[in-house]
């Protein structure tokens, strides 16, 4: 009855089971003071304690502090009674900690494993995981100063904050070099994040004859930048000592990610993507010389000019990636080119990518609350967006992909405009050079129009429609003669509609198809009895 690890058995054939030790403690005091009702404190501390930390940095202390200054109360703005119902200045700084890691993430640990002994497999143990005895909570700072305001006989409210938000020691698992074996990365405190913002809401509610109103708008802006983690991000040429110049990059030592990645001096998760050529579409120079500057516009191969630029390029010794080669199964009339974005004569490659400047994280955010009411009927909505966000969308076979499957359908957008140019039949009636989609495939994986690209990147700004409520209350008369208090009648939606230039599912869920926001309509009743 004492066993809890039934695979720790010694002659079981088909059993398991595992057992694993967590626990913490806290310690918690607060602090308030309160003078006249015009200056207010208080104070905070707690002491917290994990087991997923060494003994030598097990607890972690985390203060807080708080303050308000009443200033409407003072004596020097009597004279601001007839307008000014409310003012508070406010000021705040508290520290939270996180233990957010595997029970022993700080020893280093073993599994089971066979190798062989005289020609025959033989069970041992072997460490997976490298130890960091040095692990310690994650902590997250945050300073806020604020502005209350209630004017004009409590009609207008007026909320005002500024904020900076530090995560310090962020407890990640960084990548580690494949010569130190099967062994598992430990978890360092290895990275900062910086959030520095603005928050505010102003809202107005009066009544003018019959009618009563009130309308709340909010706005927040944020800036998110990562400021410690790997190092410093370098890119660029570098002369040798015999002349010889060498293009290097150290992205994949400071940061971690593919198409997005988490980098010293930028957005979290900030779009890292290779970008279609941009020529001016002249193809050749005066003297018959191919222009390096010359090709298609937007980087898509439309025209017979456009394809006798390429076969120049190539001709010369220029390479383009991924497919290189100019044929039907590899770069052909309706394919993207890339920018050769280092100069080094191949276009599309790895060293290519090049940071967006823009994430999956809206810098603004922004709500409006309205709603009226006459007599016995109400009118209420509720509307809510972001912006300054973008959206990495595809390539996804059966959305935007013009990569086909068997079983999946197009998109309709891609179905009737995608590019077709057959040149053995110029006069095909299928033809379509200047679509928005490039062309249909069959390797949907290997397709040249395929890469990670900004081609795929979409503004994600939206505003949604979230709510939207009319009702009726019956007159008590009526309510009174089916034995009722009050009955009111109403209809509400949810969801009704979003404005945005996404062209995926839905801006506020991100960039992946998935459950979409339900809309919802409904009719119902509120009976008091």
Known sequence: PSLTVPNAATEMVSIGGSASDYSTRSFFGRLNYAYKQRYLFEANLRYDGS???????RFGVFPSFSGAWRISEEAFMDGSRSWLDNLKLRASWGKLGNNSVGNYAYQATYNSVNYSLGGTAVSALA??????SLLQWESTAITNIGLDMLMLHNRLTVELDAYHKLTDGILYQPSIYLTMGVKTAPYKNIAEVKNRGIETTIGWSDRKGAVDYFIKGNLAYNKNEVSKYKGTYETGWVVGENGEKTYKTNI??????????????KTMNEYYLLKPYSGNGSHFNADGSVNIAGGPKDGMIRTEEDMSWLTAMVAAGYNFYPNQTINKSKIWYGDYIYADSNGDGIYGNSYDSNFMGSSSLPKFNFGLQMGASYKNIDVSMNWAGAADFDLLWGPVVGYNSTGTRIGYG???DVAYNHYFYDPANP????TNLYAKYPRLTCNESSSQNAQQ????????DYLKLKNLTVGYTLPSVIAKRVLTQSIRLYFSGENLFTITSFPGQDPELGASPGYTSIKQISFGANITF
């Open 427 to 430: 006069n095909d009636e299928r």
């Open 127 to 132: 460490a997976n995981s490298i130890a960091n």
């Open 252 to 265: 994949g030592d400071v940061s971690t990610g593919s198409a997005t990645r988490v980098v010293e001096g």
């Open 453 to 460: 690209s900004s081609l795929f990147l979409y503004s994600g």
């Open 51 to 57: 087991s997923r930390f060494d003994k030598s940095n």
């Open 410 to 412: 197009l998109m309709k």
